[in-house]
């Protein structure tokens, strides 16, 4: 496939964007096609968070140094798209603070603790809207949703609900936890059905401060333009998106008990993730000529973005997968 090749994304989450402007910016016509739906990315808190990822979710923990090798892609790949990127710092609240911070240090992190306090400047964050909004410039945008697609004359047909279709000669799948759309081989089908949805709920709180994110057990407090956020609940197999405000409440009385008092919640965003048997997306080559997957990142959409741009656009244009793109690689399911 030539480096000035058109490539369609379908999804308009922050792995399909992720490639989508890198591909740009490789010199390919890149067009998303996306509804404009609720989008599990957008309404996330933005975290770059590899080393309390690999502390408190037992799934991510085996995957510790390939989480910190994507967080390292952050620098380059926000400059190369002109993304605001906060390398802040996260305060981790609760007793065990100190063994916490042995946990952390044992993984390769760098962490100090005092008295019940934990800090670490290993964890970054973005704010989620403005950067993906960012990552689509370079990219033709269609907001509509595709119903099938097909493979002719060595390149795709996506075809979509108002009735027109587009062709390109590579196709990303970027499709979250949607079901594989019709036409898709039977081989790729499955690999998709692998996919678990994850339904997760955070509270947008009433003001807009600054300064460390805080944790505590089963709880975060993110600050961000627009209003705090607070989170997240994971409710695997879910895919409805009807706020469940009692859900929440245990996680915002966790927090006024870790952090004081908070601003009232002033709404509720729900999106859905999908994770795979392993909690890694899979990402690459999907097993036909030009078709690749961005899918199912579980927690860490925005801390693996870069690294999977790169391995599709590696892929698309045909040259060597970096290391880390093994681990991903679709065809283990």
Do not use: C, K
């Amino acid at each position: 496939m030539s480096t000035r090749s058109s490539v369609i994304v379908v999804g308009g989450g922050v792995l399909g964007l992720a490639a989508a402007a890198d591909l740009a910016v490789a010199g390919h016509a890149v067009t998303v096609i996306d509804d404009g739906g609720v989008n599990a990315s957008r309404v996330a808190a933005g975290m770059i968070a590899p080393a309390m990822e690999s502390l408190l979710d037992p799934v991510a923990r085996p995957h510790a140094a390939l989480l910190r090798r994507a967080r390292d892609l952050w620098p380059a790949f926000a400059a190369r798209h002109g993304l605001a990127l906060q390398r802040t710092t996260t305060v981790w609240v609760s007793p065990d603070a100190a063994a916490r911070a042995a946990q952390l240090q044992g993984l390769g992190f760098a962490a100090e603790a005092s008295g019940e306090q934990l800090s670490t400047d290993e964890d970054w964050r973005i704010e989620a809207g403005p950067a993906l909004d960012r990552l689509a410039d370079g990219a033709t945008r269609i907001e509509d949703r595709a119903t099938s697609v097909s493979r002719a004359d060595g390149g795709w047909t996506v075809t979509l609900a108002r009735g027109s279709a587009l062709s390109g000669e590579g196709l990303i799948l970027a499709t979250g936890v949607a079901p594989a759309l019709p036409g898709l081989p039977a081989e790729v089908a499955a690999r998709l059905a692998v996919i678990t949805p994850i339904r997760g709920q955070i509270a947008r709180l009433g003001q807009t401060g600054d300064g460390p994110v805080r944790r505590a057990p089963g709880v975060y407090v993110a600050p961000g333009a627009g209003g705090d956020r607070l989170g997240a609940t994971m409710e695997a197999g879910r895919r409805d998106l009807t706020p469940e405000p009692e859900a929440l409440a245990p996680l915002i009385a966790t927090a006024r008990a870790a952090f004081g008092d908070l601003a009232q919640v002033a709404r509720i965003d729900v999106g859905l993730r999908g994770a795979s048997p392993d909690g890694l997306p899979l990402v690459g080559g999907a097993g036909a000529p030009g078709l690749f997957l961005a899918l199912a990142p579980r927690r860490n959409g925005w801390l693996l973005a870069p690294l999977a741009a790169e391995i599709l656009t590696a892929a698309v244009q045909g040259r060597p997968l970096p290391d880390d793109a093994a681990a991903f690689d679709p065809a283990r399911f």
